[in-house]
Antibody, heavy 124, light 107 residues
Framework: QVQLVESGGGVVQPGRSLRLSCVAS????????FHWVRQAPGKGLEWVAV????????YYADSVKDRFTVSRDSSRNTVYLQMESLSVHDTAIYYC?????????????????WGPGTLVNVSS | SSELTQPPSLSVSPGQTASIPCSGD??????VSWYQQKTGQSPVLVIY???KRPSGIPERFSGSNSGNTATLTISGTQSLDEADYFC??????????FGSGTKVTVL
């Protein structure tokens, strides 16, 4: 079955960096795009970034543009989110989610599978 | 980017119908998805492309979208349907928006 597992979260000081990982299993990794979605404590969902199935197309929310970078490694079935210049406003649970369309990147669809999330706490 | 507006909360009696609206400018021109999130858990897709149900989602969940409002309907609501529900749509290839969420209480 489809499984996504995030890791790499933790407590980090403002201004520092952190890299999150999302390991996928149960399906053909290279066929799908992946999204990162975050949720601040007690708040709603916020889309963060997406990477296409081939790793060529990447898009970011304005709130993280120029600070976050999404990438993927098909040899490891893993998607990454490199986060720089973190601020307290980045404190959230970060979820990895799969785009269900196969080898398609002209538009995005829904998020059909989600990981359990990893908590990033930016605090001094 | 545009905004999607949902009521913060909604109460429904067991067995009754819950209708959760999601409003946005010309929302009917976009595909809307809905996610259920129970306390301490990850979101779960319950409706996609306005009206489609993923495998494993009960038939009591249905969706519609027209004009400026999309609606998630839960028929014969059960206590296990208590959760937060979020609508979601794409403004463009680089802009995704979620509704603020509706907390459904079954009592």
């Amino acid at each position: 079955q489809v499984q996504l597992v995030e890791s790499g979260g933790g407590v980090v000081q403002p201004g520092r960096s952190l890299r999150l990982s999302c390991v996928a299993s149960g399906f053909t990794f290279r066929n799908h795009g992946f999204h990162w979605v975050r949720q601040a404590p007690g708040k709603g969902l916020e889309w963060v970034a997406v990477i296409s199935f081939d790793g060529i197309d990447k898009y970011y929310a304005d709130s993280v543009k120029d600070r976050f970078t999404v990438s993927r490694d098909s040899s490891r079935n893993t998607v990454y989110l490199q986060m720089e210049s973190l601020s307290v406003h980045d404190t959230a649970i970060y979820y990895c989610a799969r785009d269900p369309r196969i080898m398609y990147k002209s538009s995005w669809s829904h998020f059909d599978s989600w990981g359990p999330g990893t908590l990033v706490n930016v605090s001094s | 980017s545009s905004e999607l507006t949902q009521p913060p909360s909604l109460s429904v009696s067991p067995g009754q119908t819950a209708s959760i609206p999601c409003s946005g400018d010309q929302l009917g021109d976009k595909y809307v998805s809905w996610y259920q999130q129970k306390t301490g858990q990850s979101p779960v897709l319950v409706i996609y492309q306005d009206t489609k149900r993923p495998s494993g989602i009960p038939e009591r969940f249905s969706g519609s979208n027209s004009g400026n409002t999309a609606t998630l309907t839960i028929s014969g609501t059960q206590s296990l349907d208590e959760a937060d529900y979020f609508c979601q749509a794409w403004d463009s290839i680089s802009s995704c928006v979620f509704g603020s969420g509706t907390k459904v209480t079954v009592l």
